[in-house]
């Protein structure tokens, strides 16, 4: 059974830092993987999906990697801004119906 | 484009009672889904519709029941509805045309069971 898992489950850090957020899974055999973001009370926004024939995608100041070996994405935000604060999700789908798995989510708060 | 719309936000329920949650997408998807947000829980998935036509159970589909009543929209029913199925409901649509394609997901509905 796929777990994924995002480590930290929060984070803060002040504006202009970089981000650098984590998402693992146990089942390496996965298709591709999708980064959302999710506003407090809001739906979730779909940021990137890295297919699983590529090691990263890049929109703006966004870049995942992606390393199936290991079971790992990583998730860069370049130059934080207090917009970026939000939660945001890793994802994958299962075998069939592309049903997806999601993490827990990591908490990002960027501080002025 | 409005994208996947979902109708009501909120809703307040009593132990027992029904009530329907509505989806629609407008990027002509084959593919809809209906997923659950709980606190430590994360999203479930509850039922999805690959294609118009068809639907399967995900991870939690007790207490549920969905419709595909066309291309467009997909409907999930609660028919008894109890204090666990308080939670915040996500209706998602992908193309379809490849097998794992990227999901938009709605608004949310906000459900509280009294």
């Known amino acids: 059974k796929q777990e994924v898992t995002q480590i930290p489950a929060a984070l803060s850090v002040p504006e202009g830092e970089n981000l650098v957020l984590n998402c693992s899974f146990t089942d390496s055999a996965i298709y591709n993987l999708q980064w959302f973001r999710q506003d407090p009370g809001k739906g979730l926004t779909s940021l990137l999906l890295?297919?699983?024939?590529?090691r990263e995608q890049t929109s703006g100041r966004l870049n995942a990697s992606l390393d199936k070996s290991s079971g790992r994405s990583t998730l860069y935000i370049a130059a934080s801004q207090p917009g970026d604060s939000a939660t945001y999700l890793c994802?994958?789908?299962?075998?069939?119906?592309?049903?997806?798995?999601f993490g827990g989510g990591t908490r990002v708060l960027v501080k002025p | 484009n409005a994208g996947v719309t979902q109708t009501p936000k909120f809703q307040v329920l009593k132990t027992g009672q029904s009530m329907t949650l509505q989806c629609a997408q407008d990027m002509n998807h084959n593919s809809m889904y209906w997923y659950r947000q709980d606190p430590g829980m994360g999203l479930r998935l509850i039922y999805y519709s690959a294609s118009e036509g068809t639907t399967d159970k995900g991870e939690v589909p007790n207490g549920y029941n969905v419709s595909r009543l066309n291309k467009r929209e997909f409907s999930l029913r609660l028919e008894s509805a109890a204090p666990s199925q308080t939670s915040v409901y996500f209706c998602?649509?992908?193309?379809?045309?490849?097998?794992?394609?990227?999901?938009?997901f709605g608004p949310g509905t906000r459900l509280t069971v009294l």
């Open positions: 994802a994958v789908p299962k075998a069939a119906g592309n049903k997806l798995t």
């Open positions: 890295i297919q699983s024939s590529q």
């Open positions: 998602a649509s992908a193309s379809g045309l490849a097998f794992y394609d990227e999901q938009f």
